[in-house]
Structures are given as C-alpha cells and as structure tokens.
C-alpha cells in the first residue's frame, strides 16, 4: 500500500539555524499538508499546499516557515531561523488521489525536531 | 471555528474487553468529515476510521466501530475486543467537506491503556 515517507526521522539543530524537513507523498495525490506536534499536546495544522501554491496556512506558519514542492514527488517545510519552541514532532500529510478515501489525509512517520 | 474535544485525558481497558472513547465537536457546518487517528509510542498517526456527516450508518472496521451523533455533535470510538497492540493515543479529528483540501482540526487525544 502507499504511503507517505519523510526525511529525516531525528534532526536536532542550533537555535538559529535553517532547518529543511522533507516528505515524499503519496503519488498519485494532490493535496499536501505539514502539522505539527510539541510534545504532550494537540497535533497543529501548519499548511497545506495545492496546485503549486499555498492553500491555508495556521496563525503559527509565520514569516520564518515555508513550504516547496521542488519537483514532482518531494514536499519540503523549511524553518529559515529556528527557535527553542519550534522543537517537535513535524508531520507531512496528503490526499486528494483518485480513489475512494480521497478525502482522508495520510500522516507520514514524522521527523522529530530538537532545537538546541 | 471548529473544535473537538476529547473530555478523557486517559482510559483503561482489559485486554479483551471492550472500550469507548468520547469526543464531541463543535461545528456550523452540515457537511464534515470525523476521523479517529491512533498514534503509538512511534509517535506515527495510523488512520483508524472515519465517518462522513451525511451517512447515518456508523461507520465499522473490524474491532473499531463508531456511535456518530449528528445532533449531539457527538462521535465516539468503540474498540472492542481490546488488544495489547491497540494501546496508544487516540486523536479525533474534524476536516469540513466544504472543498477539498481542508485542514484536519483534532482533539487533544486519549491515552489508552490495555492491561494483560
């Protein structure tokens, strides 16, 4: 079955440093999404991606995050500047394929984030 | 805006026996998605089921089933059977149906414990 892959799984970085989270979704679908998750809270949707562009983004996808899909299969979230309190669990998600579930968004394995 | 919440900050089951999980939501909306999503200790989020609001059958997988409310704005998750496997957090989600490619809104998640 299909599923959504990303990059790294741990990535722990300086304060201040750019950090470039990646995601390979599924192929055939069309929407792309990045949440996020500190530790012990809520998961938290950061944006999502359609056609080439931003189609929402959260209160939290400031200035400092952005988000490209370099080719046809990779889906990146870069964090220019990162902070203590950008440390995470960072999710891709997709869906919009042509199947019967494509309304459902499927969640990769994550990349765990540690800002130092 | 909508938002969910899950009211069960932690439940413990039997192995074997059978369990619910709470959630409501709130919502203006006639049109919607509900998910429940399982994440492990893996921290990855594994689709458990889902429910379409125009459905009135509940929606079942296996061991899974759901009690969907609309009026209630009530959609809880029954697990029956309990497994050692199925302990993990347990995250319902809100998505509207007004277009495709709508953020998942979730709860706060229920820890769920399964004892041998």
């Known amino acids: 079955e299909p599923e959504v892959t990303q990059t790294p799984s741990h990535q722990v970085t300086q304060m201040g440093q750019e950090v470039i989270l990646r995601c390979v979704p599924i192929?055939?679908?069309?929407?792309f999404y990045w949440y996020r998750q500190i530790l012990g809270q809520k998961v938290e949707f950061l944006v999502s991606?359609?056609?080439?562009?931003?189609?929402?983004k959260s209160e939290i996808f400031d200035d400092q995050f952005s988000v490209e899909r370099p080719d046809g299969s990779n889906f990146t979230l870069k964090i220019r500047s990162t902070k203590l309190e950008d440390s995470a669990m960072y999710f891709c998600?997709?869906?919009?394929?042509?199947?019967?579930?494509?309304?459902?968004?499927?969640f990769g394995p994550g990349t765990r984030l540690l800002v130092l | 805006a909508q938002t969910v919440t899950q009211s069960q900050p932690e439940m413990s089951v039997q192995e074997a026996e059978t369990v619910t999980l709470s959630c409501t939501y709130d919502?203006?909306?006639?049109?919607?998605?509900l998910f429940w999503y399982k994440q492990p200790p893996s921290r990855q989020m594994i689709l458990v089921i889902r429910?379409?609001?125009?459905?009135?059958q509940n929606a079942t997988e296996n061991r899974f089933s759901v009690n969907f409310q609309k009026a209630a704005k009530s959609f809880s998750l029954k697990i029956s059977d309990s497994q050692l496997g199925d302990a993990a957090m347990y995250f319902c989600?809100?998505?509207?149906?007004?277009?495709?490619?709508?953020?998942?809104?979730f709860g706060a998640g229920t820890i769920l414990r399964v004892k041998s």
């Open positions: 998600a997709s869906s919009g394929g042509h199947t019967y579930r494509r309304e459902t968004q499927y």
């Open positions: 192929s055939n679908h069309l929407y």
């Open positions: 991606f359609y056609n080439n562009e931003i189609s929402e």
């Open positions: 919502t203006s909306e006639s049109d919607y998605y």
């Open positions: 429910q379409e609001a125009y459905k009135q």
């Open positions: 989600a809100y998505r509207s149906a007004a277009e495709y490619g709508n953020k998942l809104v």
